[in-house]
């Protein structure tokens, strides 16, 4: 965003003065920037209405008295350039374009006709909501809408304009900063709010509904920027779909597609990556509210041994740490508690001290001293609407806990185990507590877990910022390198292949008398790509014999399943010995997101098992390291029963080579494939490899 377009924006999040152009639509506009208590002037555009909602109109934009800092746009399509052109002469901030017409329908040249005339000003949209400044108390917005803030909350960008319209109105209590509805991005995007907003001090944590990207390079600038300022992006990606592309004649297009390629780009940056509605509100509600723990340490407290299971049944299938509480402090504890209690972390306190602050109290206190816990959790289901004779326990057992959390500085939620037994009065009270409010177990635990795993990451891009990501390459490819030129150029970046000699038939037996029985035999044919399908591929060859023999049924086969592919050249290899682990190695060109690394499990269970992690480039030997020991293949480098452990830092340092190689020639090289790649205490092999030249 330029620093004249920037200004501007900030003219429109925060404007003196809103101009309404339009009609109906403008008019509710109109509503509801009263309803949230905009104070400023505001103006009204019509040439056949004398009023918006008793706003006076003036019938052009020549005639508004001075430029407004912010515009509400609501008019046909076809008017909508030549009114963004008089707005850009008359010198406004900002435009929301409500208007609808442009790249949505198909029509590319009225978008850009549109982007053309918007000049330096901020525009949001067209097709779009708007925009609502819950600090300020100001809305360019289309319809009406809830939300509430205590003065900071989650700013929350969205590509839905309903699905915005339904976070105002959910009964959840998150603290809002502000509101867009981006629609189609044409001259403001995700990656510019999220770069706007990580400035803001209002701003606690940032909500994306993403369908999709328009510039990966600036939101990873700007998801970098937001977590080294210490301020949590919380993502929903939906249109989880796999991308299309030249490239699915390898096991790539299964392995990792669109959803894959946005989760390496998430965990990169730090961006926490949720999976429905629910756990986005909540989390972003837990971060607001109380921020991110320092570590996975964490105690609970329920008045109910079902709750106290639950939390421990969820944490357990997450990896989320409740500590066990060590002996010396469980008989502290045990003088505590009554005696049907047993200590442990869950902590059941049972129903005896129920609602009795003074002796609740120093059973938190104490449990989360036990535990060094870095946060902690209070399971309560509220009572229902009309039933508050038993509430003031709920709230004398919430108040000890806060108090209990504030002493020892660490961020507290209390949980509703069914999402709508949290009254609003109750969450607006735990808000000015200090404690999060959550809805669901389930959400409630995740959302910690992930607050925690972002406090860690973000020490690592503090620690060490990843390299910008480059750009991406559209290319096609033009040529497939047979197993023998590909494993060649393999060897040149040092990355080991078996020994192997390529010949016809008859010079077949001499090869493999070179390299040494028993042999593997392969046909090489371009259009051989994947070669045991075709039964071009024999192993375990212990004779001249054999071989003869494998070489007459090779060609048979391959001639019934494609008579085309059929060559008089071979590759007679070495057999490997059997390895630690097969893996599939991928490196890939993706047009958005450019150079990718897909590592997983190898050889025959590759789709089967689907057990494979997507990385962008370029990377570390650390962050591959750290992707191999996420697959659970990884079980088998570390010395799965008794074997012998692999080197992962040397298999790491290999793969960052070879990254290294392949985003050098990248544009030649549409996609390397190495399946299976033999994994070794000391070394690798790759056993079969798949090469992708691209055009220039």
Known sequence: MTPERRANFHRLLKPRHIAFIGGRDATIAVREARRRGFAGQMWAVNPNRTDLDGVPCVPSIADLPEAPDAVYLAIPAGGVVAALRALAERGVGGVVCFSAGFKETGDT???QALIDATGDMALIGPNCYGLINYIDKTA??????????????????????????????????LPLAYMVSAGNQAVLGLEDFLDVFADDPAVRAIGLHIEGLQDIPAFERAALKAIERGVAVVALKTGRSTIGSMLTISHTGSLSGSDELYEALFARTGVISVDSPAQFL?????????????????AGFTCSGGGATMLADHAEKIGMAFPEVNASDRTALSDLLPEIATVSNPLDYTTP??????????????????????ATVLVQDYPAEGLDASKIYYQNDAAAFARAAAEQGIPAAVCATLPENLDKQTRRHLIAQGVAPMQGIHETLNAMHAAALWSTRRAQIKAARPAALLAGVTTSCTEILTEDAGKAWLATQGIPVPEGRTGSAQNAADAA???????????MSPQLVHKTEAGAVALGIEDATALSLAIARMTTSVTAHDANAVTDSFLIEAMS???????????????????ALVLGSGGILTELVGDAVTILLPATPADIATALA??????LLTGFRGRQPADVDKLASALHRLCTAFMQERETLAEIEINPMFIYADHIVAVDALIQKAAP
Request: proline letters at 8%; charged letters at 15%; a neutral charge.
């Open 109 to 111: 040249h009225a978008e």
């Open 577 to 595: 010995p059997p390895p630690l682990a097969e893996m599939i190695v991928t490196l890939r060109i993706d047009p958005q997101f450019g150079a």
């Open 282 to 298: 909540e989390t972003l509600k837990y971060l607001s509210v109380v921020g991110a723990p320092t570590g996975p340490r964490v």
């Open 513 to 523: 008398k070179a390299v040494g029985y028993p042999v593997a035999l392969k046909m």
């Open 353 to 374: 001290i129920w609602g009795q602050g003074e002796h609740t109290y120093p059973v938190f206190a104490n449990a989360m001293k036990a535990v060094a816990a870095d």
């Open 140 to 173: 360019l917005w289309s319809f009406e809408h809830g939300g509430w803030s205590p003065g900071y909350g989650a700013a929350i960008i969205t590509q839905s304009g309903m699905f915005s319209s339904d976070i105002t109105m959910s009964a959840r209590s």
């Open 630 to 635: 996420g697959l659970r293949v990884a079980r």
